[in-house]
């Protein structure tokens, strides 16, 4: 049987961009599907009919993630209403501009709560609730370097990071904690190919990613049974570059 067959995973932020490649990609290879939203529910609830024409079961199910108790009911009720869970994909995250020297203290909380804590938060209770399984969290290519016009977003994903690998100390043997940092996959919101074109000048391959590519890095982290603490760059190779992002490039 291959090893993600009839696997139910819940995926935050799931119904749009990265967070729905990887629930389709899950799908394809047999497992059923908890789709976490905050306020997209028509993708969401659009995204679970495709699963289910698939033949793979879905589940939908809303939550703030920025509140500590909505996480906590998340995994809980995803657990209850699925049967049971055997991966989370902590692929929700926010993305606010604001540069290192005049980054609001608001934004920047409300950016590490969502994009740090939250995984953390979703993390310790799915450990609590199985006997086995998996975590993947999304971080992004940046982290081995500097960003300093997106710092909330930077720092949040550095922080991630720091968490995954602690996680994956802490929970072994019994679940694998393991992170997938994509690079130039797409462009952000409100900026169209000519974002990806100009960036794509820096990268290694001299090209951008797709969101299969990195849902197939999600698989390969979910079925692998003895990988533990690692992080996949999705990048073309920008992670070597060791270099200055955003807009001081």
Avoid at 59 to 75: F, N
Avoid at 199 to 226: C, H, Q
Wanted: aromatic share 8%; hydrophobic share 40%; proline share 4%.
């Amino acid at each position: 049987m291959p090893p993600l067959k009839d696997k139910t995973v819940l995926v935050t932020g799931a119904a749009r961009r990265v967070g729905r490649g990887i629930v389709l990609q899950l799908a394809q290879q047999g497992c059923h599907i908890v789709i976490h939203y905050k306020s997209s529910e028509r993708e969401a609830v659009n995204l679970a009919e495709e699963v289910r024409s698939m033949g793979r079961r879905a589940r939908v199910l809303p939550a703030d993630l920025s509140s500590k108790a909505e996480c906590e009911k998340l995994v809980s009720d995803a657990s209850g209403k699925a049967g049971k869970l055997d991966f989370l994909v902590n692929s929700a995250s926010v993305f606010p501009s604001g540069d290192i020297l005049s980054a609001d203290g608001n934004e920047l909380d409300r950016t590490v709560v969502v994009n740090s804590w939250s995984p953390l938060w979703l993390s310790n209770v799915f450990y609590s609730a199985v006997e086995a399984g998996a975590i993947v969290n999304l971080l992004d290519t940046r982290v081995t370097g500097y960003d300093f016009s997106n710092f909330p977003y930077y720092i949040s994903k550095r922080i991630l990071s720091d968490i995954t690998e602690n996680l994956a100390l802490r929970f072994a043997p019994k679940v694998r904690v393991n992170a997938v940092a994509p690079g130039l996959i797409l462009p952000p919101e409100g900026k169209g190919a000519s974002y990806l074109q100009r960036v794509a000048r820096i990268v290694p391959m001299k090209t951008n990613g797709t969101v299969s590519d990195v849902a197939e890095a999600v698989s390969f982290l979910l079925s692998s049974d003895f990988v533990t603490g690692q992080t996949i760059f999705v990048d073309g190779g920008q992670h070597l570059l060791h270099h200055i992002f955003g807009d001081n490039r």
